[in-house]
């Protein structure tokens, strides 16, 4: 996706957004919640952390609907970090940080000490459930009096196998008609960008950071709704189910 003039940002962020609606068709639904819970909570005009960033999709959404919002993105990935700074390069609302979240001393990279709103989707599955509850306390104190934090991500309750194995079975039916009609999976985006000049250097980069993509242990909503309020928060509940994600509140 490079052309004779450069690299069409763009066209990477739409094909990051295709390749992840294939696993997750009702992704915009669940930002859909997560920015109107902004609105209801800490107004229009936010000051955002968009944690483990990737491309920016949650800071896209919030700028094209809170024009005032300004956003904070950390990531420790260079490839994802290099489409979202290009995406983002020249707009004074936006900034981003390189920071490994399993380091504890992140925070102090950050431009500001306090957010009102930290946002997340489906990137903090990968961390175990000890440095996940680590990093929720860490959260918990960037985040103002009266502000929230919300993760939408894959939280399984392993208390009902049947309906999980069910789900399971029709959603993975239906990526597989979805690949049979030509949508890339996750091993083949990584493959694209490999192949583009501008993005080989950081994709081989991610690469020697992370390994191959690997999850951790995914736990329950009930789960984080109990870390959260143990770390710090107020109230946490959540906002937005599907058989297989939440959208998980919580309010300092």
């Known amino acids: 996706m490079t052309t004779g003039t450069g690299t069409d940002w763009a066209a990477w962020q739409e094909s990051w957004d295709r390749q992840q609606e294939w696993y997750m068709p009702d992704r915009e639904e669940r930002f859909r919640i997560m920015l109107d819970m902004v609105e209801a909570l800490v107004g ?13 999709s949650i800071t896209a959404r919030l700028l094209a609907r809170f024009p005032a919002a300004t956003s904070t993105g950390v990531d420790l990935d260079p490839a994802l970090l290099a489409i979202a700074r290009g995406t983002f390069e020249g707009d004074d609302r936006v900034s981003f940080v390189t920071a490994d ?3 504890p001393d992140w925070p102090a990279l950050l431009p500001y000490d306090s957010y009102d ?9 990968w961390l175990h459930s000890e440095p996940l509850a680590a990093l929720y306390g860490r959260v918990a104190g960037l ?6 934090f919300m993760n939408a991500d894959h939280m399984i309750d ?18 597989d008609q979805a690949k049979r009609d030509g949508a890339l999976d996750w091993a083949e985006w990584w493959q694209l960008a490999q192949a583009d ?10 690469f020697e950071i992370y390994g191959e993509h690997a999850d951790g242990d995914m736990p329950s909503a009930r789960w984080h709704a109990r870390v959260l309020r143990e770390r710090g928060f107020a109230e946490a509940r959540p906002v937005w189910c599907s058989p297989s994600d939440t959208l998980l509140l919580a309010l300092k």
Do not use: F, Q, W, Y
Request: hydrophobic share 40%; glycine share 8%; aromatic share 0%.
């Open 143 to 148: 985040v103002r009096d009266g502000g929230v």
């Open 117 to 125: 709103a930290v946002l997340t989707a489906t990137a903090l599955h």
């Open 101 to 103: 979240l399993k380091d």
């Open 44 to 56: 229009t005009a936010p000051r955002v952390l968009d944690l483990a960033c990737g491309t920016g």
């Open 158 to 175: 392993e208390s009902t196998p049947r309906i999980n194995a069910a789900e399971r079975a029709l959603r993975h039916a239906r990526m």
């Open 197 to 206: 000049p501008v993005l080989a250097g950081p994709t081989a980069r991610r």
